[in-house]
C-alpha cells in the first residue's frame, strides 16, 4: 500500500489529503465490475427502457460527488426523478419546515414526491445504482468504500475526517449501505466511513458485498 499526498483545490477545500493506492483492490474492482456489466447486460437493458418509459427524461442521471483525493467525479445512475427535480426541491423545502428538517438531517426524504413510480422500486432495489459499475471501471469509484458524497455534505457533515475519508476511492456499497443507509442521520453515516478507512481489508471487503445482498432484496433503509 502506497500514499501520495494530492491537492483538493478542485473540492474547494483548503487541505491536502493524502491518496491510497491498494493495487491488490483496484485489479479486483476491475474484474468484479467487468463480470457484473457482462453477467447482467440483459438486465441493463431491461433497466434502460424502464427509465426511459418512467417519464420524459434521459435515461441517465449524472451527478457530481467528491471522489478520492478531494477529485469531483461524475456518478452515473438509472434517472429515478422528474426532470424538473431541483426545482421542485427547493418548492418543498421552503414551504414545509418538517421536510426541510427533515432533509437537513438525512439528505434525504423518505417520501419524495420528485421520484417516479418506477424509480422508486429501482431506488428500493438499488437497481439505479447498476450503471455505477462503470465508474468503477473507469477508476472514479471502488466496489466497497466510503459513500460518494456531495460537496455540500463534505463541507457541512465531515470537518476533519474529511482527510482521512476522503483518502479512499468511494464505493457502490460499504459500511453505511449495510447498516442501515437512509436511516442513519449524517453524522452516524460520517462515523461508519471512518471506521471502514481504519479497520479497511480485502476480506472485510467482502464480508460488505456478501451483506449487500440481502439489504438489496429486502430493500432495507433503501428510498
Known sequence: MSMDSKATSSANMKYTIPVKHIPSKRIFDILFSSAIMVLFSPLYLILC??????????????TPRVGRGGKII?????RTM?????????????????LAEEYAKFCKLKKDPRITPIGRFLRKMSLDEL???????KGDLSVVGPRPAFLDEIKSYYGEKAIKILS????ITGIWQTSGRNHLPMSERVRLEEVYVENQTFFKDL????????????SKGAY
Open 49 to 62: 427502457f424502464l427509465a426511459w418509459s418512467s417519464s420524459p427524461g434521459p435515461i441517465f442521471f449524472i
Open 207 to 218: 464480508i460488505l458485498i456478501c451483506k449487500t445482498i440481502p439489504v438489496m432484496l429486502f
Open 82 to 98: 422528474y426532470k424538473n427535480a431541483d426545482e421542485v426541491l427547493k418548492e418543498i423545502l421552503l414551504k414545509d419546515k418538517d
Open 131 to 137: 450503471p455505477q459499475f462503470w465508474n468503477v471501471l
Open 168 to 171: 479512499y476511492r468511494p464505493g
Open 74 to 78: 461524475h456518478c452515473v445512475k438509472f
